[in-house]
Nanobody, 116 residues
Framework: VQLQASGGGSVQPGGSLRLSCAASGVTFNVYNMYWYRQAPGKQRALVAGITNLGSTNYDDFVKGRFTISRDNAKKTVYLQMNILKPEDTAVYYC???????????WGQGTQVTVSS
């Protein structure tokens, strides 16, 4: 099983980025998918999640600015990030959890830097 995250980069405050996480070697549509982030000196924290059926949840700090979505045919989960703030600077990771079995996978991180 492999999760390949991409789409990170450097952007000015107020800008946008879209992260992608492509899965392989897994039956994608039975996995809940999540985006986490880890800023320097801080613990990894949940940003957003989407269940295998498409229900979503967000951390309060990103609610209204970020949108998580998934394309089961492409085995990919996305994180559209708008109105980015310097506080959003972090390494972003995707994670897959089977919807009822104790099966969990992490992708490698992708760096997002928001700075003027």
């Amino acid at each position: 099983v492999q999760l390949q995250a991409s789409g990170g980069g450097s952007v000015q405050p107020g800008g946008s980025l879209r992260l992608s996480c492509a899965a392989s070697g897994v039956t994608f549509n039975v996995y809940n998918m999540y985006w986490y982030r880890q800023a320097p000196g801080k613990q990894r924290a949940l940003v957003a999640g989407i269940t295998n059926l498409g229900s979503t949840n967000y951390d309060d700090f990103v609610k209204g600015r970020f949108t998580i979505s998934r394309d089961n045919a492409k085995k990919t989960v996305y994180l559209q990030m708008n109105i980015l703030k310097p506080e959003d600077t972090a390494v972003y990771y995707c994670k897959a959890n089977h919807y009822f079995m104790p099966s969990e996978y992490w992708g490698q991180g992708t760096q997002v830097t928001v700075s003027s």
